[in-house]
């Protein structure tokens, strides 16, 4: 039986388990990357593992959300990354130098190569035949430590391209038909991979605007296979010797068939407010717009922004619409720039951006009340924008422009016929991608050698091994379904915290009880007693750090959110499920001891744990927890399990 | 006996008083601007006028400070101000088109007008022989209303250049150099009038570099008279009609006299934190620098970025040091786009911004902490970058770019000299300036016929004319030296109410009594009692207008401080003053009746006002005010008092 490219490359990078669906594995990461509201705690937990460099081929930092840096402590953050790239040899990418899927997909992405990101746009270079995939911080701090990425065997599916995309239809078209189609679910637990005689009529930046997408349909990632595109796309970037010839054998075994005709698309569009609400334009034509936004890492390339210049050229937009471009990466806005386009957008009236992701976060040009705004962005969740109950749309730049142009929503075929003069740009790459090669600062000739933290960046705590013996006092006993977000509330006014440790665990639990930390910190360890589904909620994986950090031990409960539970395993708690009647009985301030050798049982399997409450009667509490997590709770958590590991294995070279 | 030219000016616009110094005096306005910060109180008050459209020769609105569009309110007001633009018969400048002395510059500045704005830096086209001054919001909606601006007449002081000035050093030089000389207060109640042989040496751009950073001495503004350079630009920008030939009589006589030869300047630097600590930059040379940014209203046209563009053609920034460049105008920014210079920048590594004020007002790109930035700014205020404890110096573009080559202070001189193949760039104007021509929508052809006001735009109140009969309860009794940061809290998460006074008035003293704003609406009319310096502080005209706005008809306090005196009788609030034995006798609650009729004392004259408390015993108040302060006053307000006079008098249409 022949392989998919999908199994080809999870082949290649196995350490541990098999390639059967729903089986986990674990992988070797070859490139990681990173980017500023994601990539502090990344590295302070790095910085934890008390490893010198990055064991990965190639990690990448970058400076993208926050560019406007609004706050010191945005520029504080951008200064530290530039530091920990410096400090531990990973490329730093300048503030301004754009978003850091583009700017990957420029400089580093590779066929036949794995990346994990922690941003959930990660499998953006799919569209060269990466696997490329999205995750927690951790999970990347870990990658860079060595550490293999675990995931379950995803199921592969296969979409198959026939034909060609006619005038005006694009890669955005053939994304947005995916998600009309499967819908924003239809990916979960899915690698899409796309094949068929319809691949070859399309270049790499329109494969990654369909890849970079596929984040949309829940999917955990998409790829394509490599052919002459792709060779022809990394001679233009200036690295030919970076191609490898990759792709599915032809009697792959996939678990499921999709086929798209690209002969049949037209221009699509999401209505508000989610991705899959996918439309043809002609159903909604005629709805005013009061602002139109191009540019994201899903079409904010040279070759998407091109497109809307030549429209543009000697034209003017409404006067009652707001056109904003926003590039993707400063190498596509210094082309534009030099070959004339920029001027010309200009001229037209659009506000030409320095190149963020921006809006797309919410992070300026946030719309009006009550009005329309179109966007060639991936993501049109309600409030995303930055003001609740707004309406946005997501198309195509040739979609977007026609809307500028028109001051409404047309279909570009309409809006041709309808000036006569106007035709469909196409879809063009430049001779050759230069530019922006001052923004990039190598680990090979860094800046700076030693990490710099302003005053809201401290120190990200690492937990000792378990100890055999385990007893403290009961912190906080707490009801049913207590939720992530009463263990470290969302607010930005705390949230602001997210790289100081330190300080955001002064609001641990402070819904529940406002004196708990201080207590906590007093007590020099000690127990969280809960109800049934504790932690409930986000995957936010401070959730757990900041209650470690306070000291907390472990937390029985009577039963516990799955994600949070992996954050538990993750941190060092250990989660204990205890019964109702138990619950009942213990009081705050009770003591709480663990008979066993807690930490030879937890190694050794062992899934039931004698509970002493209050030197005065006994609990039964349950462990159920598989091999990898026992390791990891007993090592103190994954970043001193993945410390241990680079010490006892591979040799990885630690600094204490 | 000759005149000067401000002088000239002044007589030719003179509506009232005369041109005696220290003397008040009314002048005509012939155009006003307007930015998206002050301009929605504006064109509320202006609303509230009742008038169909504004009355000066031309108004113009800019949206320049928070053109990031952070929040929807920042949306919101530029959409309002649009509204309100197309309304009432302004140009209006939309978002991204730059800054408004920039855009004003280009487009409007006439030699020989007055022009009064609400924005600190309006002064700056008095580099084309504009008498242009910054004023509060209100006055600027009595301009646009027909109302003349009052003035007290100020001293006139010439500044006669000599010489012309030699390599690497600047305009900007100039007006350093005058900071350096005459500090920071050197300029109150001055207008600054340069002369001499050296003026035809410098460029009309040059010259409103100077004009514009007069308001950092302090001054009223600052004028150079017109000669063939102004012919020239206006020419360039394709204005050549609108050029004046207008100076200052050969015999004119000035208060006083300074003398600068230009010959003799360096480049200088504004150390932190004070524009007037200026010192030669090789006194500082070597200093690390973290950010470098060029931009502004002082130093952000197309003429100070090219030299900055030359200077790094073929060059990189140095990867330690963040290098920014905001330009002060689309049309400038579209024409170094057209030119090549913006690719050339970005390839240097400069992050290349919208056109926005952005940065110079904490807006974006603050700081790191503990850092250092370089600026072409105007101020260096500790903290406004928006970091508190910031080291921000202030220079020309010259010293700047150095600074960022070299990643330090450096003289730019003794770089040319390290380098060797480093030239002055000189200073250069375009041919012809062309560009941004879709970014301004004029009164003519307006997209809006009515205004657009978003949930967090309310509407000004107007109050009516004085009642004979004034009578109410003592709402709140306050100590001495309450501050208007008393009366309305200038933390942002209240001022961001400023275009809402409904919902602002909520907060009016809510730090003397939380419960003040309810109990005084409640009460529909009363009196606040203080006692010494009441209202010190800021100029906040929301200090009188959120009382005026909760039904507050007077306050009788012991002593005033003098704007919010004057801001009380703009708003219609009578102030008396009261002896300190009464005020210690009046208590809060107590009911207060002026005897007199109140309508016909105000206007008449009457000094002495009788006051009944409880109906039980009687207290002498004082009316210390100007005749014009007793019509506005007895109007109900400086609004109502313009609208009054635009129906009695110039018959001025009125909408009801």
């Known amino acids: 039986?022949?392989?998919?490219?999908?199994?080809?490359?999870?082949?290649?990078?196995?350490?541990?388990?098999?390639?059967?669906?729903?089986?986990?594995?674990?992988?070797?990461?070859?490139?990681?990357?990173?980017?500023?509201?994601?990539?502090?705690?990344?590295?302070?937990?790095?910085?934890?593992?008390?490893?010198?460099?990055?064991?990965?081929?190639?990690?990448?930092?970058?400076?993208?959300?926050?560019?406007?840096?609004?706050?010191?402590?945005?520029?504080?953050?951008h200064r530290f990354l530039r530091s920990a790239a410096g400090t531990f040899g990973a490329y730093f990418s300048r503030p301004g130098n754009g978003i850091c899927h583009n700017v990957h997909k420029e400089n580093f992405a590779a066929p036949g190569k794995t990346l994990l990101g922690s941003d959930s746009h990660t499998p953006t270079p799919g569209g060269l035949g990466q696997l490329a995939i999205g995750s927690g911080g951790l999970d990347v701090a870990v990658a860079m430590g060595g550490g293999p990425y675990y995931i379950e065997m995803p199921e592969v599916v296969n979409v198959r391209l026939e034909g060609e995309l006619p005038a005006w239809a694009t890669a955005k078209d053939v994304i947005l038909e995916m998600l009309r189609r499967l819908s924003v679910k239809g990916g979960v637990g899915k690698i899409f991979e796309y094949t068929g005689p319809g691949v070859e009529s399309l270049s790499v930046p329109e494969r990654t605007t369909i890849t970079n997408m596929g984040t949309e349909l829940g999917a955990t990632s998409s790829v394509f296979p490599t052919d002459e595109q792709t060779e022809?796309?990394?001679?233009?970037?200036?690295?030919?010797?970076?191609?490898?010839?990759?792709?599915?054998?032809?009697?792959?075994?996939?678990?499921?068939?999709?086929?798209?005709?690209?002969?049949?698309?037209?221009?699509?569009?999401?209505?508000?407010?989610?991705?899959?609400?996918?439309?043809?334009?002609?159903?909604?034509?005629?709805?005013d717009v009061d602002q139109v936004m191009i540019g994201s890492c899903t079409n904010g390339g040279y070759e998407d922004i091109l497109p809307s210049a030549k429209m543009l050229e000697g034209r003017s937009i409404e006067p009652d619409t707001e056109m904003i471009v926003a590039p993707g990466s400063k190498k596509a806005s210094e082309m534009l720039a030099r070959e004339g386009w920029t001027a010309e957008m200009m001229a037209a009236?659009?506000?030409?951006?320095?190149?963020?992701?921006?809006a797309c976060i919410g992070i300026g040009h946030v719309p009006s009340s009550d009005s329309v705004s179109l966007r060639t962005f991936n993501r049109n969740f309600?409030?995303?924008?930055?003001?609740?109950?707004?309406?946005?749309?997501?198309?195509?730049?040739?979609?977007?422009?026609?809307?500028?142009?028109?001051?409404?929503?047309?279909?570009?075929?309409?809006?041709?016929?309808?000036?006569?003069?106007?035709?469909?740009?196409?879809?063009?790459?430049?001779?050759?991608?230069?530019?922006?090669?001052?923004?990039?600062?190598?680990?090979?000739?860094?800046?700076?050698?030693?990490?710099?933290?302003?005053?809201?960046?401290?120190?990200?705590?690492?937990?000792?091994?378990?100890?055999?013996?385990?007893?403290?006092p009961t912190l906080l006993k707490m009801p049913d379904n207590i939720t992530t977000d009463h263990i470290i509330p969302a607010t930005q006014d705390i949230l602001m915290y997210r790289s100081n440790i330190p300080k955001l665990s002064e609001f641990t639990l402070s819904r529940v009880d406002e004196d708990f930390a201080q207590r906590a910190l007093?007590?020099?360890?000690?127990?969280?007693?809960?109800?049934?589904?504790?932690?409930?909620?986000?995957?936010?994986?401070?959730?757990a750090l900041c209650p470690m950090y306070l000291g907390v031990e472990g937390v029985l409960a009577q039963s516990f959110a799955r994600i949070h539970k992996a954050n538990l395993f993750n941190f060092?708690?250990?989660?204990?499920?205890?019964?109702?009647?138990?619950?009942?009985?213990?009081?705050?301030?009770?003591?709480?001891?663990?008979?066993?050798?807690?930490?030879?049982?937890?190694?050794?399997?062992?899934?039931?744990?004698?509970?002493?409450?209050?030197?005065?009667?006994?609990?039964?509490?349950?462990?159920?927890?598989?091999?990898?997590?026992?390791?990891?709770?007993?090592?103190?958590?994954?970043?001193?399990?993945?410390?241990?590991?680079?010490e006892d294995g591979s040799g990885a070279p630690a600094d204490d």
Chains 1, 2 share one sequence.
């Not at 659009?350 to 190149?355: F, G, I, T």
């Not at 879809?427 to 600062?441: Q, T």
């Not at 007093?522 to 401070?542: C, I, K, P, T």
Request: proline share 4%.
């Open 572 to 646: 060092g708690l250990i989660p204990l499920e205890i019964d109702a009647e138990d619950y009942e009985q213990i009081e705050e301030g009770d003591n709480i001891e663990i008979v066993d050798d807690v930490a030879e049982a937890v190694r050794s399997g062992q899934e039931e744990f004698t509970v002493r409450v209050n030197d005065d009667w006994e609990l039964t509490a349950e462990l159920d927890a598989s091999e990898r997590e026992r390791q990891i709770l007993a090592d103190g958590g994954k970043l001193s399990h993945t410390k241990k590991q680079a």
């Open 522 to 543: 007093d007590s020099d360890g000690g127990f969280l007693v809960a109800g049934e589904n504790y932690g409930q909620g986000s995957s936010r994986e401070h959730a």
């Open 382 to 472: 309600e409030g995303r924008s930055g003001i609740e109950d707004d309406n946005v749309y997501l198309c195509s730049p040739e979609v977007a422009t026609a809307a500028a142009i028109k001051g409404e929503i047309v279909d570009p075929r309409d809006l041709a016929d309808e000036l006569g003069d106007l035709e469909d740009p196409g879809f063009e790459l430049p001779d050759a991608y230069e530019g922006a090669e001052n923004d990039i600062i190598t680990p090979d000739d860094p800046v700076d050698d030693e990490l710099v933290k302003g005053p809201n960046i401290g120190d990200v705590p690492l937990k000792d091994e378990l100890d055999a013996h385990l007893e403290g």
């Open 349 to 358: 009236g659009v506000n030409y951006s320095e190149a963020t992701c921006g």
């Open 232 to 287: 022809d796309y990394l001679a233009r970037q200036g690295r030919e010797d970076e191609f490898v010839d990759i792709g599915p054998d032809e009697d792959a075994d996939y678990d499921d068939q999709i086929v798209i005709d690209l002969s049949d698309l037209e221009p699509l569009i999401a209505e508000p407010s989610m991705p899959d609400k996918v439309v043809p334009v002609r159903e909604v034509a005629g709805q």
């Open 1 to 77: 039986m022949g392989q998919t490219l999908t199994e080809k490359i999870l082949d290649d990078h196995l350490v541990e388990g098999e390639l059967e669906t729903g089986e986990e594995i674990g992988i070797e990461i070859d490139q990681v990357l990173t980017q500023d509201t994601t990539g502090t705690l990344v590295w302070l937990q790095f910085e934890a593992l008390g490893l010198d460099e990055v064991q990965t081929e190639l990690a990448a930092q970058y400076c993208d959300h926050q560019t406007y840096q609004f706050d010191f402590k945005n520029t504080d953050d």
